[in-house]
């Protein structure tokens, strides 16, 4: 699943007009660079959730027929935040565990090592497997700790700390997750981590590659300008 049902406030005007995972960045709008690393992985069913401006992602993907994919569409009338868009979503994944990634995201990360985690959370070790990058300066204070492979919520300073790291917007999840949140209804994600990580049902791993979070006008553009000089070079 990729989520692209976010208003992208930060990125006004740019989003006033255009869905924010609709933003280019070397030559392709954040999206297609997911449907392209997913279809590279393996992963042939995608569905994707919107809101704001969602017609313009349908007609600029269709029924992903052209990159390789089927695509499927969750409408939000308006946005219902992770949970909710995922609990929604639910009858069209129809799947027990699958991966999401935020659809304003960029980043490198091969979806084909999520096959693992896949697989130890459909024997029901697992509620979640999320993956965790270095804070970015606009995120110092991190998210979660990793320990050998386990996500807790270990209450490490709230300043810059080496132990805390960034949750990237990259999870595999287990339906279990999301028994007790109501499809059509607005609900976040962090709660029902935390939860599963009290329990002790969350696994983790450190990505050490290009990860971007294009939440502000600024970062797209010097995105956008890593990427095409990368590819004149």
């Known amino acids: 699943m990729i989520l692209a049902a976010g208003r992208g406030e930060r990125m006004r005007p740019l989003t006033d007009h255009t869905p924010k995972p609709l933003l280019a960045v070397g030559g392709r709008p954040l999206i297609v660079w997911h449907v392209e690393r997913l279809r590279a992985a393996g992963f042939a069913h995608i569905v994707i959730n919107h809101a704001h401006l969602g017609q313009q992602i349908e007609h600029a993907l269709g029924n992903g027929a052209a990159f390789g994919v089927s695509i499927e569409y969750s409408r939000e009338v308006s946005a219902l935040e992770t949970a909710g868009g995922i609990a929604t979503a639910l009858p069209l994944i129809g799947v027990d565990v699958f991966p999401v990634v935020n659809g304003d995201i960029y980043c490198e990360y091969d979806f084909a090592r999520l096959a693992e985690p896949l697989a130890r959370l459909a024997a029901g070790h ?24 386990r ?39 962090a709660p029902l981590l935390r939860l599963a990580i009290d329990a002790g049902r969350v696994s983790g ?17 010097a995105l956008d300008e890593e990427l095409r000089q990368e590819h004149a070079a």
């Not at 697992?126 to 492979?149: E, I």
Request: glycine share 12%; proline share 11%; no cysteine.
């Open 126 to 149: 697992d509620q979640a497997h999320l993956v965790l990058v270095d804070n970015p300066p606009h995120h110092p204070n991190g998210d979660f700790v990793l320990d050998g492979g």
């Open 205 to 221: 791993e450190r990505f050490g590659g290009r990860w971007v979070d294009v939440g502000t006008p600024a970062r797209l553009a």
């Open 151 to 189: 996500v807790t919520n270990a209450d490490a300073p709230l300043t810059p700390h080496p132990a805390r790291l960034t949750f990237s917007g990259i999870g595999v999840y287990h339906r279990a997750l999301f028994a007790r949140t109501p499809a059509g209804e607005k609900a976040p994600l």
